[in-house]
């Protein structure tokens, strides 16, 4: 069983309540008690589940873990698809999310990259084999991100080659969160990147927004599984590479 089947596995324990025991995972999905510990470690730190001695209990998902299980499978092939393109050298932004956090995961497996995020998770799948400088500011718990004037204005201070974002929804005007510090967040990212991509599933197209990121013209590419016919039209008429995974 390979580590994201697995996860996914200890995942569906959890969801039947109760504590979990590393005994009783590394039994029943024929693993070490050291691998279990590490997928608890990693579970942990996406706040999927809550670490404890000897295992892990389930915890209240709140909206950020409750995107970590929508759409997995799109979003893990979304990040495969993005990853395969980089190269050592590449400079990127990443924002937080959940398409990021999947995108991390696969650049862990890579080196030579410079990784510039607010994500605590994103900083620690990334930085092995990798330079990451991760962004201060004020701290959200419940996405391990850090926001606000601070995160900001450092990032004014940076550059990087690609933007790769996640976004809330996506329309003929653009691409829009609905958070407004996040939003705050992408848009600087946006202007200190020489190209911008967009990480988004199916469920994001045509939804409605509150907070403009940017305008359709200002990214290079959509990366999704699905966009509507009209939408993929008015990305193309934008000059915007759409490039369907699924």
Do not use: W
Not at 10 to 26: H, K, N, Y
Not at 64 to 70: I, K, T
Not at 78 to 105: C, I, K, N, W, Y
Not at 197 to 203: E, F, K, N, Q
Request: glycine share 10%; aromatic share 2%; proline share 4%.
């Amino acid at each position: 069983m390979n580590p994201e089947s697995r996860r996914d596995a200890i995942l569906t324990q959890a969801r039947g309540g109760g504590r979990l025991e590393v005994e009783d995972l590394a039994r029943l999905l024929g693993a070490s008690r050291e691998t279990i510990r590490r997928d608890l470690a990693r579970l942990d730190r996406a706040g999927l589940l809550r670490r404890v001695h000897g295992g892990a209990q389930p915890v209240a998902e709140g909206p950020f873990p409750q995107r970590m299980h929508e759409a997995v499978e799109a979003k893990r092939a979304m990040a495969r698809h993005v990853a395969a393109g980089l190269q050592p050298g590449d400079s990127l932004f990443l924002d937080t999310g959940s398409t990021t956090l999947f995108l991390a995961e696969e650049i862990a497996r890579l080196n030579g990259l410079i990784v510039i995020t607010n994500s605590a998770d994103i900083a620690d799948l990334c930085q092995k084999g990798n330079r990451v400088i991760l962004l201060g500011g004020e701290y959200r718990a419940e996405g391990r991100e850090t926001l606000g004037p601070l995160a900001v204005a450092q990032i004014s201070q940076l550059r990087a080659g690609r933007a790769i974002l996640t976004v809330a929804a996506v329309t003929e005007r653009g691409v829009f969160d609905i958070d407004p510090q996040e939003a705050e967040v992408a848009r600087a990212m946006v202007a200190q990147a020489d190209e911008v991509t967009i990480l988004a599933d199916g469920s994001k197209m045509g939804r409605a927004g509150v907070f403009e990121i940017c305008p359709m013209a200002r990214l290079a590419r959509i990366v999704t599984d699905a966009m509507p016919e009209p939408l993929q039209a008015a990305a193309k008429a934008a000059g915007v590479r759409v490039e369907i995974t699924a």
